[in-house]
């Protein structure tokens, strides 16, 4: 086994000598080294390598083999388990397309895609993690996914056209959030992607019992709530799609009174039904929520053309002239 790692190790070398031989090979050549400083357990130092040609890439403006090298880095220490190492290659990344002004692209969504599924791989058990005992791990594996996808969000929204970031990164965000059973901040994702099928399939699957109220109505909740954002963001197309996807999996649930108020609400935008819309609002206060408030109020604005009423803090600032 001694003389088998010693082979590969010395075929590595040759690789990478070759490589800098010809003097093409920057990438190449930098994998090479990166291998040979994991297998002798030099995590740190083959971060710092690809950190380091990463960012003299990028300073240089050659910002397609900053970030290659950048996506190579994380993918070969993620694939070994480092994935506090491989976060810090994965940021660099987005911070490359963020600082470059790099557009949103198939190939760039592509990668994050690919570097998601990796964090994937390592939270379901596919890659070793080394580190931090297994749940705490685990835990922190999860965290760091959804910071690197919350940047890429970031970027999507900086260089982009649409106003909540690109609908596939927001997939991979809300299946993410869903995963560590952040239901409500998944599933504003999953509507920001434009999803209804996968809210649906989403809501029924992954939710699990929660102390405060039987599950099924939980679900019921996080679904209307889920549809309120729908209509908030214009999309009465998906609302209306969700609706009937919901119904078809759960047919007994249509007497329920929050799925009756969502099905008027849906009709009422649908069909321009200003005084509709006046009495089902009306109907809501008390609740006391203060997510279904701000989608309602949205609606009545983005629908009906009627503004909100005026905020405590609205009404300090028109007093000091201070409102548009």
């Keep these: 086994k001694f003389i088998e790692m010693k082979s590969a190790a010395m075929s590595r070398y040759a690789a990478g000598r070759s ?14 080294m990166l291998e040979e400083k994991l297998d002798s357990g030099l995590e740190y130092e083959a971060l710092q390598l690809f950190k380091g ?39 660099q990344l987005i911070e490359i397309y963020k600082d470059g002004n790099c557009p949103v692209t198939e190939e760039r969504l592509d990668t994050i895609k ?25 835990i922190q594996a999860g965290k760091l996914q959804t910071r690197f996808l919350k940047s890429a969000i970031a970027w999507s929204i900086e260089v982009g056209t649409r106003q909540h970031g690109d609908p596939l990164i927001n997939f991979l965000l809300g299946r993410c959030l869903f995963s560590q059973g952040n239901y409500e901040g998944g599933a504003a994702r999953v509507v920001s992607a434009e999803r209804p099928k996968e809210l649906v399939e989403f809501i029924s699957d992954s939710m699990k019992s929660l102390d405060s109220i039987p599950l099924e109505i939980a679900k019921e909740q996080l679904f209307c709530l889920s549809l309120l954002h729908f209509l908030s963001l214009g999309n009465l197309r998906d609302a209306n799609r969700s609706l009937k996807m919901w119904g078809e999996r759960y047919p007994s649930s249509g007497s329920n009174g929050l799925l009756k ?8 935008c649908e069909y321009d039904a200003a005084p509709m819309f006046k009495s089902l609002a009306d109907s809501l206060r008390g609740i006391n929520d203060q997510s279904v408030d701000k989608h309602i109020a949205q609606i009545g604005k983005l629908y009906f053309g009627i503004k909100p009423p005026p905020s405590m803090l609205d009404g300090i600032l028109g007093m000091l002239g201070m409102t548009s």
């Design 53 to 91: 040609q990463a960012a003299r890439k990028a300073a240089k403006g050659d910002l397609e083999a900053a970030a290659k090298l950048a996506e190579t880095g994380a993918e070969a220490l993620i694939k070994r388990g480092y994935v506090d190492s491989a976060s810090e290659l994965t940021n």
């Design 114 to 138: 690919r570097l998601d599924g990796l964090y994937i791989d390592i939270r379901e058990g596919r890659c070793h993690f080394k580190g931090k005992g297994s749940e705490a791990g685990l």
């Design 261 to 268: 108020f969502c099905k008027l609400l849906c009709l009422t």
């Design 19 to 32: 490589a800098r031989q010809k003097g093409n090979g920057s990438i190449e050549r930098v994998n090479a």
